[in-house]
């Protein structure tokens, strides 16, 4: 399994943008999906979006529209670019990979984003 360190959260307005990083630490060439969750206070972790390994993604309906994702295999990298950003997207940012999107095999530690109105 590999080991993934998520960056790039942090604190911005309302209709901003933030891009997340996710570094894996071996090779992710050979596995099928990379997703991004979230958990926001009290809330339960839920599946933001995920990509396959040939490039095929899928986004919660929430997110639809300003998130994307892309994953980069040469450089063993996956992106969430987080376009007009809302309060409600005040979590923490989890990359997760292998398995599958809804049963992955590997966390990274989070990374924390916060949304002010």
């Known amino acids: 399994q590999v080991q993934l360190v998520e960056s790039g959260g942090g604190l911005v307005q309302a209709g901003g943008s933030l891009r997340l990083s996710c570094a894996a630490s071996?090779?992710?060439?050979?596995?099928?999906?990379m997703s991004w969750y979230r958990q926001a206070p009290g809330k339960q972790r839920e599946l933001v979006t995920f990509?396959?390994?040939?490039?095929?993604?899928n986004y919660a309906n929430s997110v639809k529209g300003r998130f994307t994702i892309s994953r980069d295999n040469a450089k063993n990298m996956v992106y969430l670019q987080m376009n007009s950003l809302k309060p409600e997207d005040t979590a923490v940012y989890y990359c997760?990979?292998?398995?599958?999107?809804?049963?992955?095999?590997?966390w990274g530690q989070g990374t924390q984003v916060t949304i002010e109105s």
């Open positions: 071996g090779s992710i060439l050979s596995i099928n999906a």
């Open positions: 997760a990979a292998g398995g599958s999107p809804w049963a992955p095999l590997s």
């Open positions: 990509i396959s390994r040939g490039g095929s993604t």
